[in-house]
């Protein structure tokens, strides 16, 4: 189960814990969008460990590829397209355990096996971004992901405010 994942010695919930008042910190402060994205796409990757951890950015009707931590990726995504244009057109979280199995997912890497989406708010709610995090595991990402992913988020949405 992904819930009881033991990295370095620490379950995922514990590095949930210590990354949180870290991520607070880096963006306490922070007014430029493109730093405090780049800081937390560097922290979750470098504590997770994950396959591709970054941003699409809403701009002009699209997601456009923001910071991220990985290898290179697809620069633009239409709404309503793939994990990441399905989880801005819905506006909600999705877990994906196998993206061979989500219906139009767009493929940049075939080394993606599982992904999860959060969307980022603004003020009024509206999703200025998404949070995109691929693994190369099966089932890596689950309800403690989308918990915490989602409190990640909701430090992020002040960027853009």
């Known amino acids: 189960m992904a819930d009881d994942l033991v ?10 814990r210590c990354l949180l008042p870290q991520m607070r910190a880096l963006l ?11 800081n937390a796409a560097a922290a979750l990757a470098s504590t997770f460990k994950w396959w591709w951890t970054g ?13 991220f931590q990985g290898p290179v990726a697809c620069s633009r995504i ?8 399905t989880a801005w057109a819905e506006n909600m979280t999705l877990v994906v355990p196998d993206v061979e199995k989500f219906p139009g997912h767009i493929a940049c890497s075939s080394l993606s096996k599982s992904e999860i989406v959060v969307p980022i708010r603004d003020a009024r709610g509206a999703v200025v971004a998404v949070l995109d995090v691929d693994s190369e595991r099966l089932g890596c990402f689950d309800a403690t992901d989308a918990e915490r ?13």
């Not at 941003?55 to 997601?63: A, N, R």
């Not at 239409?78 to 994990?83: C, E, I, N, R, T």
């Not at 992913?149 to 405010?161: P, T």
Request: with cysteine; proline share 2%; charged share 25%.
């Open 7 to 16: 990295i370095g010695g620490e379950t995922k919930e514990e590095r949930y």
């Open 149 to 161: 992913l989602e409190e990640v988020a909701a430090c992020l949405g002040r960027l853009f405010d």
């Open 28 to 38: 306490e402060g922070e007014t430029d969008l493109v730093a405090g994205l780049a």
């Open 78 to 85: 239409a709404m309503g397209k793939g994990v990441c244009g």
């Open 55 to 67: 941003f699409y950015i809403v701009k002009g009707g699209q997601l456009v590829l923001g910071p």
